[in-house]
């Protein structure tokens, strides 16, 4: 997984509560077996007048000038700025990948679903929450060459002007963003634990290991 | 000190220990999977070379892009080659780790969160994720059923655990009895509309009162299934004599003494009568009349003697904005009735409506009458296999196309439209599936949530009624 340290970049503003996933990749580009691929469809619906679909590039496509992405204004944008519950819907990984490959490294917003919170840390996709008021401010000072940088280890967002917004994150979470840990080696480090919880679960409640016989 | 809740005792009874970096483990009982969200997965632990934990934990079925016409085909019958890869890589993918998987030609195939409960594999107190956000259905059984990302679904297979912290505990409770033509869809689409999208973020649902206790399993899948369209990863019921006669004789379920051993445990598997919940919601089932939602977010929904609302009846700017664009990507009018909306396709099907208690109701509004002149296509999609051929066996398929309605094969269908079952731009779709999001049945295609009997209505009347006028 890609660490998250610090981070200054553009930020592009998405004023819309309840983004879902299916907006943030559209169906059709989840037939694909692959964990790339993605950044080219970001938004699709929103991007683009036209229905598009895997193979279809860009260029090919009608694009929607009108749409915040679109603009010149927010061009090589990698932080966005959000509204509440950020990714909410289908759980789909794919919402994180897509966003990621498009170019953003983190998503500000007053509050995130929780599926998709958790897919950005296993990603490096850095969710940052902030108050209402703190997004408030920062939607109404948003506009071309706006830049905030950001600090994970400080926990804190700051803007050109030098105004600070801190904020919070689950240790744990922070820990492993910072050093891009990988997940499943760390729970690994941890077999006997399972083991030992796995020999008393078993005896416990017999029937959950059935199929284990077949 | 206060007693524990059903979510405390599931969670308990899988907490396996906390790992260096201070994160809980929890054991996971039963991955499900299926073609979208599992190629991934297998392929990290191919390239990390690391095997399935435990083989028997997982059960698989292809269901979101399987087409619905032509089975008999198998692979051959589906005609796009990306999505073909995706069935091809799951048989593939079952084959090399060893995993049980009901393939595109087995008639136990159909929408995984269908298929579970069918087996018996979904059993109560059981941990289970799978790579899908309506994982939730399975807490009908009193397990704790989430829905996980990729990366997630991978770490399961390589570890038997989720990493995760505790969710808070949420009481939903229904008291009342329904009026005819009400059911579960329209008890949790009106929760939705009360909670909001986001209403239970961080909590686990569990669903009590009355009217829950006289649900059928059915009905209670139909429930917890949309508990993440409120926010919640999880919705649970407490086990009683309706989820222990379900169970019972199932493929799946333990037999003998075993099965006494099971049983006697799963009825501890309900909320002590001092738990405390962080928060709570009450709702009266009389006061419930059929819903349908308006808008582009499963929390826009009226019921159906209500209109359109108007966006400056929002006092939230930002509310009152999303009311503004979702009434625009719908097309519909402030202040006109909601039974007002002429529909051009209906669906019945997905995992949240295509039991063979949704498809009865269905047909006794449908039996004898005819698919209005204005609706295209109305499609019925069976969640299983087995469902399909028990349809069948009830005479309920010959009702459907008698009406001239479209009887289909086993899969998810239009609910997202990742087969070729879709709605055309601009079109209008009463649909017993889940979500309202823009796009999401079809390229600008719009979608009504609502119940089975409410969709078969709206078919033969070509706009939305309201069905307890025909009960």
Known sequence: ?214 | MAGKTLYDKVWDAHFVGRRQDGNSLIYIDLQLLHEVTSPQAFEGLTLNKRPLWRVGANLATPDHNVPTDQRALGLQGITDTVALEQVITLDKNCKAFGVEQFDILDRRQGIVHVVGPEQGATMPGMTIVCGDSHTSTHGAFAALAQGVGTSEVEHVMATQCLVQNKARNFAVVVDGEMAPGVYAKDIILAIIGRLGTAGATGHTLEYMGSTIRNLSMEGRMTLCNMSIEAGARAGMVAVDDTTIDYIRGRPFAPEGALWQQAEQYWRSLVSDADAEFDRSLELDAASISPQITWGTSPEQVAGVGERIPDPDQFDDPVQKEAAQHALKYMDVTPGTPITDIQLDRVFIGSCTNARIEDLRAAAAVVRGKKVAANVKQVLVVPGSGLVKAQAEAEGLAQIFVDAGMQWRDAGCSMCLAMNPDKLGPGEHCASTSNRNFEGRQGHAGRTHLVSPATAAAAAIAGHFVDVREWL
């Open chain 1, 1 to 214: 997984m890609q660490a998250f340290t610090s981070h200054k970049g553009t930020v592009a503003p998405l004023d819309r509560v309840n983004v879902d996933t299916d907006q943030i990749i559209p169906k059709q580009y989840l037939k694909s077996i692959k964990r790339t691929g993605f950044g080219d469809y970001l938004f699709d619906g929103w991007r683009f007048h036209d229905e598009g679909d895997i193979g279809i590039t860009p260029n090919e496509r009608d694009i929607n000038h009108n749409f915040v992405l679109n603009k010149p204004a927010y061009q090589g944008a990698s932080v966005l700025l959000a509204r509440d519950n950020f990714g909410c819907g289908s759980s789909r990984e794919h919402a994180v990948w897509a966003l990621q490959e498009f170019g953003f490294r983190a998503v500000i917003a007053p509050s995130f679903a929780d599926i998709f919170y958790g897919n950005c840390f296993k990603n490096g996709l850095l969710p940052i929450v902030l108050k209402e008021e703190s997004i408030e401010k920062l939607f109404a000072e948003v506009g071309a060459g706006y830049e905030l940088s950001i600090d994970l280890a400080a926990q804190q967002v700051v803007a050109a002007d030098g105004a600070v917004y801190s904020f919070d994150i689950d240790a744990g979470l922070k820990e492993k963003m910072l050093n891009g840990m990988d997940d499943i080696a760390m729970t690994l480090a941890e077999k006997e634990l399972i083991d030992t919880f796995e020999t008393s679960h078993k005896q416990a409640q017999p029937w959950l290991f059935m199929r284990d016989q077949v």
